[in-house]
């Protein structure tokens, strides 16, 4: 997306294509499996890409080409692949990239389910190293001459560590390797982490893009700057030809439909209208966040995760990489887990959910939930106790969210 516009306009009307015949302002739902055609000489084209066309939604669908058009436009990229889950597109970004043998960089602290994929990951040979905080020092320490990606989150989920991805795009960079960042809870709304030198963008569509949780999906776009060693890449070496889209067209046109990770159409439709008001929920969720973090830190007995609070560690890089914004979701110690499910408990508003981003807002304690199945250095790094409480902030009115929260703080002392 051109810079001419703010970013609703933008997304309203240049992100999103126009028209997608007979005058439809949205695209249809290409609820189908596969497309019929009059001849097989033409169905033959389309299979050896020498003419445009579907053949089967597993390969291509243009309810997701739709979608994928639009968050490609936002996120300024060269090009998006939708995929089935925000796990589909982390798993298929590394695994287009590592060979058994072949090491990633990653902060600690990541979203449970990545880290968890990356332990799958050891069993093929992919192995991960951690930096505990992910950054220029921690990279150029960690890269060797097996390193193939450094991957780490734009604001982590739930330690709530903000990624300078300057400074670590350009130790990725230094060590000839893709810095992939997972931009699912900053949103193209809150920063284009291409325009700070990342290479891949990867989000879970189900949590913000989509915003109403009615949809799993995930995807991946690339920014297409990056020139491709394929000596050390050689897991994208067959498809070299396409230079600096070796990587997207690896995965569009192979391993992206061998895994067979694709969004469903609906999913995409649903996902695709949901992103239409990204820019207005997450300014209005952000802004509750902010209050809602600022009336907790009040309470002397609790104790606030927020990055955009001043004081917090991450204050700087919020102003300096998000407009000032900390993001949706904030965190808060209660003292102890009993404390920590009463208060849960006792919310009127807040819904107890395993998810992230919607217009609700969501509370959990993650240690009995997300983290369950984690190690303990995993789950401190995460910055999870047993005493947290993670809330994702939803677009209810301000008042009456400070009110539930702070009521249940109140009411939970002894
Ligand atoms: N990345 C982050 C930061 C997440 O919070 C999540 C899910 O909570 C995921 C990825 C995985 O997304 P999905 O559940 O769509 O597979």
């Known amino acids: 997306m051109e810079n001419k516009c703010r970013f ?198 189900s949590k913000y893009i989509n915003g109403g949780g009615n949809s799993i999906g995930g995807i991946i776009i690339d920014g297409g700057k990056l020139d491709w060693n394929f000596e050390k890449h050689s897991a994208l070496s067959d498809h070299k030809k396409y230079r600096k889209m070796a990587f997207l067209l690896k995965l569009r046109t192979d391993l992206w439909e061998n895994l067979g990770g694709c969004m469903s159409p609906m999913n995409a439709y649903l996902t695709y209208i949901g992103a239409d008001t990204l820019g207005l929920r997450m300014q209005h969720i952000c802004e509750n966040a902010d209050a809602l973090a600022r009336a907790l830190s009040e309470e002397e007995d609790i104790s606030v995760n927020y990055p955009a609070l001043p004081g917090n560690p991450n204050h700087s890089l919020a102003k300096s990489q998000l407009g000032g914004h900390g993001g949706g979701i904030l965190t808060f110690r209660a003292g102890s887990k009993e404390r920590a499910f009463a208060i849960i408990n006792s919310l009127k508003y807040a819904l107890i959910a395993s998810n992230i981003g919607d217009i609700r807002t969501l509370v959990i304690h993650p240690l009995s939930t997300l983290y369950i199945n984690s190690d303990e250095e995993s789950t401190e790094a995460a910055g999870v106790f047993d005493d947290l409480i993670r809330v994702s902030v939803g677009i209810e009115d301000r008042e009456d969210l400070i009110d539930d929260f702070l009521g249940a703080v109140r009411g939970s002392r002894k």
């Open 8 to 205: 609703n306009t933008g997304l309203l009307h240049e992100a999103s294509p126009k028209e997608f015949g007979n005058r439809q302002i949205l695209p249809p739902i290409s609820q189908v499996t596969a497309f019929g055609y009059e001849s097989m000489e033409e169905l033959e084209k389309v299979f050896s890409h020498k003419s445009m066309g579907y053949a089967y939604t597993r390969i291509g669908n243009p309810t997701l080409a739709a979608f994928e058009q639009k968050i490609n436009a936002l996120e300024g990229g060269i090009g998006a692949i939708s995929c089935s889950s925000g796990m589909a597109a982390i798993s298929s970004s590394l695994l287009a990239l590592c060979e058994s043998g072949d090491e990633i960089i990653a902060g600690r602290g990541l979203y449970g389910g990545t880290i968890d994929l990356l332990r799958d990951l050891e069993k093929l040979g992919i192995h991960t190293v951690y930096a505990d905080v992910l950054d220029g020092d921690s990279i150029r320490r960690l890269a060797t001459e097996r390193t193939r990606a450094v991957f780490g989150e734009v604001i982590s989920n739930p330690a709530l560590n903000i990624l300078d991805i300057r400074e670590a795009a350009s130790a990725a960079h230094e060590a000839g390797v893709p810095l992939i960042v997972d931009s699912t809870t900053a949103t193209p709304y809150l920063i284009r982490p291409f325009e700070y030198g990342a290479d891949i963008v990867v989000h879970s569509t």
